[in-house]
């Protein structure tokens, strides 16, 4: 086990870290998605019961569904050597760790925000719909990643990208950013 391995476990933040990767998934909004699909599925299943050939389309369009969304749509924050990815379809922010001067959990409007403050000079990164909010609600940070949409506790998730932001070591052992 890696130092950046052993930091990860015992924070307790639910990641991936295949290929040397450390990614903090979305959660799925579970208690939405499974009502509708099942209300789906047994529309389908009338259809089909009716002879309907449609009945064939309307059971496969939930799982269509949670295979796009989970697979394509789903937002992830990504640690690398260079710095933080956050991937959204269909745009990547990268904020590189050298311009990262503190990190921390903030709450803005009714999320939780895991905030950044850049070194002075340094212009924040476009389209950070959490900057926005940060701004409105008047917090010190210049940018940030929805912490309360991640699986996991936002305080594990912060400590884990705290651990990797002071430490080169860590870092270094991480691949690089791929956009």
């Known amino acids: 086990m890696t130092d950046g391995e052993s930091a990860t476990a015992t924070t307790g933040a639910p990641i991936s870290a295949r290929g040397g990767r450390v990614v903090f998934r979305a959660r799925r ?3 939405l998605v499974i009502p509708l699909a099942v209300v789906t599925e047994v529309g389908g299943v009338l259809c089909l019961l009716n002879g309907a050939t449609i009945g064939w389309f309307i059971c ?3 799982l269509v569904a949670l295979v796009t969304t989970g697979l394509i749509l789903r937002p992830t924050l990504e640690l690398t050597r260079d710095g933080l990815v956050q991937r959204q379809y269909p745009f990547s ?4 760790w050298e311009v990262i001067e503190a990190v921390g959990l903030t709450r803005a409007g009714n999320r939780h925000v895991l905030g950044y403050r850049l070194i002075a000079g340094v212009p924040a990164p476009r389209r950070q719909p959490a900057a926005a909010l940060l701004r409105a609600a008047q917090r010190p940070f210049d940018g940030g990643y929805f912490v309360d949409s991640l699986a996991g506790d936002p305080e594990a998730i912060l400590a884990t990208v705290e651990a990797y932001r002071v430490s080169a070591e860590m870092r270094s052992a991480l691949p690089p950013a791929r956009r």
């Not at 922010?93 to 590189?96: D, H, Q």
């Open 29 to 31: 909004p579970a208690a």
């Open 60 to 62: 496969a369009s939930p």
């Open 93 to 96: 922010t990268l904020t590189r």
